[in-house]
């Protein structure tokens, strides 16, 4: 009998942040192969485990997801801001195609460490030269997320990472699928519909549907994108997608900014996953977010990688609570223009959706145990009249105190546990000083 209370750990005494963002005091979590196995009340409490977490400081939360990430940006760190305009083409491809293999894993390895430290336990990866060496370095620190190759025929893109033909780029997507194992999971994708040729976008497209793979690309980034959409296909893009039949895979759209009503109604028939990335976009433009919620669109939120300021989930909602009450709240007289409590759940339940794993996103019983305790009892979150706006309000990355994927516990009182981090600083320093052009690069 008593081995039906045995789990393999135990949050005791828990405050939690349920589905519905409100809080739960009270309760013991138990934690079983990967699960949320039970919530009950603390006083019935008969699990036993060998780790148990307590405190009663702690919330629990679901962890966060950052819904668009570049790993192989997070050597570029601030390189981009002030920079002018389109940053990514001047910049951020150039540098990239730069990367070997031993900074790919550097980058991954800094990335790892940002997100378990600022309470990210899921992504969706834009895509780099070497997913594979990504997904060692994930898989080793026990992040749960999305891997893909960046894909581009462009005859303007550099050589090391441009696609010697569309065969090849397709072969080379579904290479990468087959080398993913565990919590990781392949997402083909291209660079952005109007830097690619018309021939991989359909093939990339295609591929994913037939394979039973998600597809991602930067979509309706910038209002040029758009127009030169129109110029070349006569439709905007999701209209365009939509028309030639090539939404029948599950499709995560980082940025969508710049978005008509019938792309919207695309959107939402479609179950488009958006990704907006607030501090990455305020040089570009506002999202259409409180129409996109409206229609029952998925919306996340992505930092865009390090290069656009650093992975911390809880400074995107913030800023961008700042820009949605300035740009949509102010005009309208509404200042709940975008509530605490939703832009609590597109940072958990909205980018989780990208990821496709039933009940990410939520503590609730039967759920993946992807969860974070944040310490409320620092000077800037406590006391409180309304702890979940208080989250939003004030809290940051540093105020994560545990971090857990799948039921394996990644940070344990700011430690992390499944990475070097000395090692990692180490190994960054030396490689600057070994390839003088990361911190000089132009």
């Known amino acids: 009998m008593l081995n039906d209370f045995r789990c393999d750990l135990l949050l005791s005494d828990a405050r939690y942040l349920s589905p519905d963002m409100t809080i739960v005091s009270g309760k013991a979590i138990a934690v079983k192969d990967g699960q949320i196995l039970d919530i009950v009340d603390q006083d019935a409490c008969a699990y036993q485990a060998e780790t148990v977490l307590s405190g009663s400081r702690l919330l629990w939360m679901p962890g966060l997801v950052d819904g668009h990430l570049h790993t192989s940006q997070q050597l570029l760190r601030g390189r981009l801001l002030d920079e002018k305009p389109v940053i990514w083409k001047r910049v951020n491809v150039p540098f990239e195609s730069r990367l070997d293999e031993e900074s790919s894993r550097l980058s991954a390895e800094l990335a790892a460490m940002e997100m378990i430290s600022c309470g990210t336990t899921g992504f969706v990866d834009a895509g780099g030269k070497y997913p594979e060496i990504y997904a060692e370095v994930y898989q080793g620190a026990g992040l749960r997320g999305c891997l893909s190759v960046m894909t581009n025929d462009n005859p303007f893109c550099p050589e090391s990472l441009r696609a010697p033909s569309v065969p090849a780029a397709v072969d080379r997507l579904r290479a990468m699928k087959s080398a993913l194992t565990g919590l990781l999971k392949p997402i083909y994708s291209v660079t952005t519909p109007t830097a690619v040729s018309e021939e991989l976008?359909?093939?990339?497209?295609?591929?994913?549907?037939?394979?039973?793979?998600?597809?991602?690309?930067?979509?309706?980034?910038?209002?040029?994108?758009?127009?030169?959409?129109?110029e070349r296909y006569g439709e905007r893009p999701?209209?365009?997608?939509?028309?030639?039949?090539?939404?029948?895979?599950?499709?995560?759209?980082?940025?969508?900014?710049?978005?008509?009503?019938?792309?919207?109604?695309?959107?939402?028939?479609?179950?488009?996953?958006?990704?907006?990335?607030?501090?990455?976009?305020?040089?570009?433009?506002?999202?259409?977010?409180?129409?996109?919620?409206?229609?029952?669109?998925?919306?996340?939120?992505?930092?865009?990688?390090?290069?656009?300021?650093?992975?911390?989930?809880?400074?995107?909602?913030?800023?961008?609570?700042?820009?949605?009450?300035?740009?949509?709240?102010?005009?309208?007289?509404?200042?709940?223009?975008?509530?605490?409590?939703?832009?609590?759940?597109?940072?958990?339940?909205?980018?989780?959706?990208?990821?496709?794993?039933?009940?990410?996103?939520?503590?609730?019983?039967?759920?993946?145990?992807d969860l974070i305790a944040v310490d409320t009892g620092a000077p800037h979150l406590w006391p409180t009249q309304n702890l979940v706006h208080t989250l939003v309000e004030s809290a940051g990355g540093a105020d994560v105190r545990h971090s857990i994927v799948n039921g394996n516990l990644l940070m344990k009182d700011r430690e992390l546990l499944t990475i070097d981090r000395e090692r990692v600083r180490r190994e960054a320093e030396a490689l600057f000083e070994k390839q003088p052009w990361l911190r000089s690069w132009k």
């Open 201 to 230: 976008l359909r093939a990339v497209f295609q591929a994913a549907a037939e394979d039973g793979v998600p597809v991602e690309t930067h979509m309706n980034e910038y209002a040029s994108e758009v127009t030169d959409f129109l």
């Open 238 to 369: 999701f209209l365009w997608l939509e028309k030639e039949g090539l939404l029948a895979a599950p499709m995560t759209a980082p940025h969508c900014i710049f978005l008509s009503q019938e792309e919207i109604a695309v959107m939402a028939r479609r179950q488009v996953r958006a990704a907006h990335c607030p501090f990455s976009n305020c040089g570009k433009g506002v999202p259409p977010t409180p129409q996109l919620l409206a229609a029952g669109v998925p919306v996340g939120l992505g930092t865009d990688g390090s290069a656009h300021g650093g992975l911390d989930l809880f400074r995107e909602m913030r800023l961008f609570r700042g820009v949605m009450n300035v740009t949509r709240g102010v005009s309208t007289a509404d200042s709940c223009v975008m509530p605490a409590e939703t832009l609590l759940k597109m940072a958990t339940q909205g980018g989780a959706a990208a990821l496709m794993e039933p009940g990410l996103g939520m503590i609730e019983k039967g759920a993946p145990a």
